[in-house]
């Protein structure tokens, strides 16, 4: 399941606690607790509320949101 989720937050780049959960079908904890991992690593952070993309405006709605660092490796043809 971690690699399932690496795959799916860097091939878009960003996404919510709850686009992950319900890709997977599984709970908002259990998606945050793999994400989390990725933060652990290094791969990946939080976005900040600041960073929403979501809307243009700053609501104060609870968002949590993640964004993968590491950028696909280009290899020499």
């Known amino acids: 399941m971690l690699m399932e989720v690496k795959d799916y937050l860097a091939s878009r780049r960003e996404a919510s606690v709850r686009d992950v959960a ?22 990946a952070s939080r976005l900040s509320l600041e960073q929403c993309r979501q809307c243009a405006l700053h609501c104060g709605k609870s968002w949590e949101a993640y964004q993968w660092l590491e950028q696909k490796a280009e290899y020499p043809r």
């Open 22 to 43: 319900a890709h997977f079908s599984i709970s908002q904890e259990t998606a945050r607790a793999l994400l989390e991992h990725w933060v652990r690593k290094g791969k």
